[in-house]
């Protein structure tokens, strides 16, 4: 069972974050969130965030995804409440890390920035909801060894989550794969 979370920068660290000690401050918070703790939806919300520069948004959001494999929390992150100028420091700061990162606009919808071929996995990932590997290789004329690798690297990112099916009938591992929740409560 997942547990949703939210993280909320405003209320956590600052409506104007721009320095790289409140980064760090506040990606020890969000490693302080995740200890022990497994199969979470985190949303990280940057509403009520005026502004922040991108040194903020490496040391705070580009680390602390660069420094987790969430496939091996079961945990899915997602970055919401961006402005425009906000959502260009994130988009900045994901595309130099090459770290995939998963947006909620403000409809809810949910898109994929910082590589655009896993971009086009996550979009039909998240028309299918909850599939396997070879469901995804269909979709997009893939090998099933391309699909694999691609998948992987959503989950690493927490863009998707993946569980081990018990008792494949193929005799190795395989794994189902799913988006996770859009919506969580308040997390302080």
Do not use: W
Request: aromatic letters at 6%; hydrophobic letters at 40%; a negative charge.
């Amino acid at each position: 069972m997942t547990v949703p979370a939210r993280f909320r920068v405003a209320d956590q660290l600052s409506r104007y974050p721009a320095t790289r000690p409140l980064g760090q401050e506040g990606r020890a918070r969000l490693d302080d969130l995740l200890h022990e703790r497994r199969d979470l939806d985190l949303i990280i919300d940057f509403t009520d965030v005026q502004v922040m520069n991108i040194s903020f948004t490496d040391e705070f959001l580009g680390k602390f995804l660069g420094s987790h494999d969430f496939s091996t929390l079961g945990t899915t992150v997602k970055v919401a409440g961006l402005n425009p100028d906000n959502r260009y420091s994130v988009q900045v700061c994901v595309e130099r890390r090459e770290i995939p990162s998963v947006i909620v606009d403000e409809s809810g919808e949910l898109s994929l920035i910082g590589d655009s071929l896993l971009a086009q996995t996550f979009e039909i990932a998240h028309e299918l909801g909850q599939f396997k590997a070879c469901d995804i290789a269909q979709r997009l004329s893939l090998s099933a060894s391309n699909a694999n690798n691609r998948l992987k690297r959503l989950a690493q990112a927490g863009a998707l989550r993946k569980k081990q099916v018990t008792g494949s009938s193929r005799g190795g591992k395989e794994f189902i794969y799913e988006v996770g929740l859009t919506v969580a409560p308040d997390e302080s």
